[in-house]
Structure formats: C-alpha cells, structure tokens
C-alpha cells in the first residue's frame, strides 16, 4: 500500500474470549490486513473463523487483547467521541436489512439517523435524498414515507446502504451484506457496491463464505483459517491458483466460476470440523485436516508442520501471501518460517 491515507489497518491484532473453566478462545489470533479507499477486500472463510470479530474489533465494537486497528495512520481509541468520529468514516452494514430497520421508523428517519447522533442538522433533507439515490433509490423522495415492510428485500438493504453512506464514509464494513437476499437482486447489491468504488472511491471490506462473491466484487481477497489469515492476495491470483491447501479445499467445491473451478479439478473434502478456538492446534493450525498432510505430500516438511507456527502474513510484503511450510518448500519463500 503505498498510501496510509483513509486506509483502515490491522497490526498483529488479536481478540481473546474468557470461557468457562479458565479456557480461552483465540478468535482473532494475529491478523494483519488493509483496506484502503476504492479497494475492495473480502474476507473469506467457514463459520467460525473469527471473520465477525474481526470486523467488530475494526470498528471498535470489540476492544483488541493485542495488536492495533488504526485508520488514516491513528490508532483507535475507545473513548465515546472518539469512537462516534472514527464511525462517520468507517460504518457497518449488516447481513439482515429487516433486523436492522426499525418497522416503525420511515425510510426518512432511518437514514436520517446517522445525521441527527451527529448532530449535522443542515440541509438533512438533501443529505438524505442523495444517500438514497446513491443507493439507488430513485426519485428519492418517493421512498421518504416508505416503512420497511412495504419495500421489497433488496429495497431494504439499499436503506441500510443509504444510512451508512450518509455521513459520507471512507470504507465500508459489510458482515454478509448479500446473505438474506433473493439470489435475483443479490447481483443488484453487488453492482451497487461495485458502482460506490468506482465512482465514488469508496472501500469495502466484505465479510463472506461466498467465495463466488468475493469473486465478483473483491479487489483482494484474505482467507482466514481460525483466528489468521491464511492466504491473501489479488482475487484473480488467489481464486485461479490457490495456494495454502485451505483455499485450495474451499475453490474445489464452489459450484459456479469456471475460471476458479479449472484451478482445482477434484472436489477436495476436508477431514474433520473446524477446530474449537479454544483449542488451536500447536505448528500449522490447518495441520490437522490438511489434505497434504493426509496424503503423504507434505513429508519432507511434516517435522515442521507439527512443530512450527507460521508467521502473521504481512501486507507490505509481496501481493500473494501463504502461511504454508509446504507452499514455503515448493515457492522458496524465506519470510514464512517462524
Ligand atoms: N463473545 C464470545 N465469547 C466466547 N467465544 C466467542 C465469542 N465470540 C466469538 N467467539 C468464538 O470465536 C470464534 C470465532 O467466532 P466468529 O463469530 O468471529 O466467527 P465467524 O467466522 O464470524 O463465524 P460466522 O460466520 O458463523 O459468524 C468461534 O470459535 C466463536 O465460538
């Protein structure tokens, strides 16, 4: 990145629960990741890899055990002022449109809501005119008296749009934001978020298990495994020639792509369920499902899957970044060992 300015970043960031009986998830266990302005980046992985954390604790929702969340080059402090300024640049948006609208409130007032806990009382009616036509919400004043339930799914997560894009962000956080929509308008949504990007140079990072979403819209795409990032790079680079075995399993059974689908031609079935956070296996944490492993191909480095964490993979590093003793074997990368 050759910019910090209005890039959200991510440090060794680390986010641990206390559990009964004195145990303790890791579910964010070191992750480094940017997301500058007019870049999309997806977040990709299986329920439970700590994908929601991390995206809580960027946007201070969730205080970090350790590492740093910074944006435009300054820590995130956690004061209530601090935080209310730090949310006019990076908003949320959430997976379900129904949960986040209040029934009784008008699309008017749920727009508007973001101006008035900002207290920027000028021109609110033209401010919440051009957020809904931003979101594609046209003639917007057509949709001020409209409630929830009369629009249709995709109208309602336009709304949600339109309340983030209000207060004139720098980024994006959208945990899920196509989950609860019909596949018929999922497209519209995305291209509504490819649209803000580039006309308007707005960032994104977009929480997904859709690996065909991250597909069509992402610039970047991080893979998380259980707490770290696991492989990230260019969509194209990482969906059309995986690299970690994770990713590789993941692409193999995504059913549409043609072009990601010619990377793997077998379907690769992951021995065992994702491993609690609270019990991270010691060296690879993958190790224990790895199909290279099972398979005998990763001998020569067994030794140190056992026994060798991988390090944290760094952004200012080369663009497509693997946390693998194998892929480090067969690549010559230097920077993966621990
Ligand atoms: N408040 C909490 N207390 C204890 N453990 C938690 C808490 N929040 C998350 N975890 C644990 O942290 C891990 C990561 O959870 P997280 O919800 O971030 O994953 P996810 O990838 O977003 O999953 P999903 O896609 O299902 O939302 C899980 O093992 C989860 O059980």
Not at 46 to 52: F, L, M, V
Not at 56 to 67: K, S, V, Y
Not at 194 to 221: F, N, P
Request: glycine letters at 10%; a negative charge.
């Amino acid at each position: 990145m050759s910019s910090e300015e209005k890039t959200l970043t991510a440090r060794d960031l680390r986010v641990e629960f206390g559990l009964p009986g004195g145990r303790v998830a890791r579910a964010v266990d070191g992750v480094d990741l940017d997301v500058a302005p007019g870049e999309i980046v997806a977040l990709a992985g299986e329920s439970g890899c700590g994908k929601t954390t991390l995206a809580r604790t960027l946007l201070g929702l969730e205080r970090a055990t350790g590492g740093t969340v910074a944006f435009d080059g300054v820590p995130l402090r956690y004061s209530t002022r601090a935080l209310k300024a730090y949310r006019r640049q990076v908003q949320l948006v959430l997976q379900d449109p129904t949960g986040a609208l209040n029934p009784r409130h008008t699309v008017y007032d749920a727009v508007a809501e973001g101006l008035r806990i900002h207290k920027i009382h000028d021109d609110e009616p033209g401010r919440v005119a051009e957020a809904l036509s931003r979101a594609g919400l046209r003639p917007p004043e057509q949709f001020f008296l409209a409630y929830p339930h009369e629009l249709s799914g995709g109208q309602r997560q336009r709304v949600v749009i339109a309340g983030a894009l209000v207060l004139q962000p720098s980024l994006l956080v959208a945990d899920e934001p196509v989950a609860s929509l019909d596949a018929s308008v999922r497209g519209e949504i995305l291209s509504l978020l490819l649209r803000l990007k580039e006309e308007q140079g707005l960032g994104a990072l977009v929480i997904t298990h859709d690996l065909g979403l991250a597909w069509s819209i992402a610039d970047r795409i991080a893979i998380m495994y259980l707490g770290r990032i696991v492989e990230q790079g260019p969509v194209e680079q990482v969906l059309t020639a995986p690299r970690h075995p994770y990713t590789r399993a993941l692409v193999s059974v995504l059913p549409a792509a043609p072009a990601v689908k010619a990377a793997v031609a077998e379907p690769i079935v992951l021995a065992g369920e994702l491993p609690d956070a609270s019990k991270i296996p010691g060296g690879c944490r993958f190790r224990p499902r790895c199909q290279e492993v099972a398979s005998g191909n990763a001998a020569a480095v067994l030794h140190q899957c056992s026994g060798e964490d991988l390090h944290v993979l760094g952004p200012e590093a080369e663009p497509h970044l693997v946390a693998c003793h194998l892929d480090r074997a067969l690549h010559g990368d230097a920077k993966m060992a621990a």
